[in-house]
DNA sequence: CTCACTTTGTGCATAGGTTCACAAACGTCT
DNA sequence: AGACGTTTGTGAACCTATGCACAAAGTGAG
């Protein structure tokens, strides 16, 4: 089973969560002309330990030179593929509050293969409004929308309180993967794939080591770097030269 | 040192990153009217395992009765003020375009201590413009209000080029926590925290998930549980169409 | 061809996180 | 008071992730 030598190779969450960083800055270099990278370069640019990123790349394959680095083109075309970016995933929102609003004409997804084909809203203001070139739709529309198209992915951006609603029938017309920024845990069969965007606890998280820092510039716990002199930045040791 | 009663533990990143989770769960069981709850309780709210749950709960202190639970109010407190949000955050937000309106207009942050005292953004058609009580400003003028109000967490929600330079003025007058939303990889001193949150990146998770799944379900590789009674509705076969 | 130099890919050690399983602590009932 | 069922808090095992260090594999010069 397992010595199939094309067998699917587990690639950590922790690797694939990173992959999307590396393709963006491959790109960022393919756009600047630059054909070729090494593991250290690729690495500071995305701010992370180069062995890291060796690692993490072992895992889709060997697909750099020894001596030379990795070819800009190829690296990202082969990160494409492995987080499925070769082919098209049609997004659906729900939720065309204000939020909605910024995602549905938030061009950054287009770039990466996904497609917002369906922008749901209960709200009758809203009826007939076009966003980004697509009708907003009552969310009832979901299953003959979703049979015309299917939807891969659906967002949900509605108020809490309707949330786990929405993800149920989405659901149940085959949804598998929603990306879900209501502050709500959603409840789903372990086939489906939620994952959730909380801008909340995201200021929590940062308000957690402010505080921390605050304690520590009190005690004289070592805090003699804290006020250190300023902007200088964060030159990590290892920042290679141009 | 460490016989200090009070002495700050260590609390684990990750365990960190859940706080806000348990406390949203505690604050929606109070509203409820709920006094007391189990770790067994809480943890299938929020979706951890209960061990986790407690483990967790222990960097904090010893809130819990055992045989009995923890008191529901008294367990929020402390969360509370172990994250820091017995005191006030007061939040600046640069780049006013259409995330940055959403966040803004967002109620969910000021119910935890987060304050929104000022909104940037260059763009002159904005100018005067208010949103939820706070007025648009230049970015210029951000020494001046950072001077009356000191900022303590800045939200980059500008187009990724202007990030870096926006990101060194902010440091510039002295806020350490920053929360980014460009696709930028920013650089900092070490003493100054970013978290970035991209949407495309999650976007891109989901999909390397489903493609997994999907590959997993043409191979017979002991896919026999995929079909398991979990989701009684038949959704249409995953349309790989190319 | 050989040597010197560069950079990848990976084995291994360390660190961090999760889960299990159970003794200790508590309330309650008799 | 003592026995009993419940739930916490935590040691220990297990699993995952990170970082180090180096052999293997390549390039290019002489
Ligand atoms: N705005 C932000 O910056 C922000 C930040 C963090 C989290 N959130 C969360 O994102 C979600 C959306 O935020 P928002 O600011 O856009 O809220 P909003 O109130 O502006 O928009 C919610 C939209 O959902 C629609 N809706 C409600 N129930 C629906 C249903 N059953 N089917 C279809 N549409 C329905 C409403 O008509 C409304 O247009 C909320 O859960 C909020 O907590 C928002
Ligand atoms: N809209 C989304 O749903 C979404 C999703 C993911 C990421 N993002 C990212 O968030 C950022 C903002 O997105 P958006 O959709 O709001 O873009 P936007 O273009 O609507 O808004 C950007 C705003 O920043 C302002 N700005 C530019 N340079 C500035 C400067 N130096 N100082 C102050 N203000 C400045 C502009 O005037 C504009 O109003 C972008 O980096 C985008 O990639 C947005």
Redesign the pocket.
């Given at each position: 089973m397992s010595a199939d030598p094309a067998v699917r190779r587990e690639i950590?969450?922790?690797?694939v969560a990173r992959l999307p960083e590396y393709l963006r800055s491959l790109s960022r270099l393919a756009e600047q002309g630059v054909l070729s990278v090494?593991?250290?370069e690729l690495s500071a640019a995305v701010g992370?330990?180069?062995?890291?990123l060796?690692?993490d790349?072992?895992h889709l394959g060997?697909?750099?030179?020894?001596?030379?680095?990795?070819e800009v083109d190829t690296l990202a075309f082969e990160i494409s593929r492995a987080l499925g970016l070769t082919q098209d995933w049609p997004v659906a929102i729900v939720g065309m509050g204000n939020l909605g609003h910024a995602l549905a004409s938030y061009s950054g997804f287009v770039t990466k293969g996904f497609r917002i084909v369906a922008l749901f809203d209960d709200d009758p203001a809203l009826r007939g409004e076009t966003v980004a070139g697509v009708a907003i739709q009552p969310f009832r529309e979901l299953r003959s929308r979703h049979g015309a198209d299917p939807i891969a992915i659906g967002v949900i951006a509605t108020p809490a309180a309707a949330a786990q609603t929405v993800c149920d029938e989405l659901v149940e017309v085959g949804v598998r993967s929603i990306l879900n920024f209501a502050p709500a845990v959603l409840s789903v069969p372990e086939d489906v794939d939620v994952r959730r965007v909380d801008l909340s606890t995201e200021l929590q998280i940062l308000a957690f080591h402010a505080q921390q820092k605050a304690l520590a510039g009190l005690q004289p716990v070592g805090a003699a770097h804290a006020l250190d002199g300023c902007v200088a930045h964060a030159a990590d040791p290892e920042a290679v030269a141009t």
């Open positions: 950590p969450d922790a690797t090494s593991s250290e992370v330990r180069s062995a890291q060796r690692k790349l072992s060997s697909y750099g030179v020894r001596g030379v680095g990795y």
